[in-house]
């Protein structure tokens, strides 16, 4: 449970790999609030990707300040419970996460490499992908194996800007399907809500 749940939250804290996540045949699981969840098969993998979509009355801007607040970004992404900034270098940023898990699953966490890509048509897409052996593993968690994905920001007229998050994470130790199959739709879902929330303040 843990690891499904801290791998999504980094990802989403930091953003994952556009393209990376080879995964088709998308399958509307939530569509409530005005966020659409999505979640597709991945090839050898028992674990779902997932997708949130939605549509969040601020700049690209604004939400791009609250992403790059990393340990600001764990209030709002899903089962964070702590994160923070290990390098920056140019377009390049590793983070860590730890993450909340339900008893007595144990608790994961991850280390993300976020590259920011800049668009000409003022989109702004940050590509996640895991690094697990980029820090040595911390005694109490187990590191989430694999993660690929991607925030992706389009502006949408003057102050909206549509947002979408897919992640495909490898949790590492074993995750009862339950737990996983709830919480790649709680991830997205719950993240998007909380960030919609407070770019709107």
Partial sequence: MGSLYRIAFGIGLTALAAGAVHADDWKVAKDEDGIK?????????????????????????????????????????????????????GDKTWTYTQFNTPWPVTPRDSVLQITTVEGADGSLTRNLLGEPSYIPEEKGFVRVAQVEGYWKLVP????????????????????????????????????LKALRERAMK
């Fill in 37 to 89: 969840v999505s979640l597709s098969d991945v090839a050898g993998s028992q674990y779902k990707a997932y997708r949130g979509v939605t549509t969040i009355k601020a700049s690209v801007a604004k939400l791009r300040g609250l992403q790059e607040d990393v340990a600001g970004a764990c209030a709002w992404v899903h089962e964070c419970k702590s994160q923070k900034i290990l390098k920056h270098e």
């Fill in 156 to 191: 949408r007229g003057s102050n909206e800007t549509e947002v979408t998050y897919q992640v495909h994470t490898e949790p590492g130790g074993s995750v009862p399907s339950w737990v996983a199959n709830k919480f790649v739709v709680d991830a997205p879902f719950n993240t």
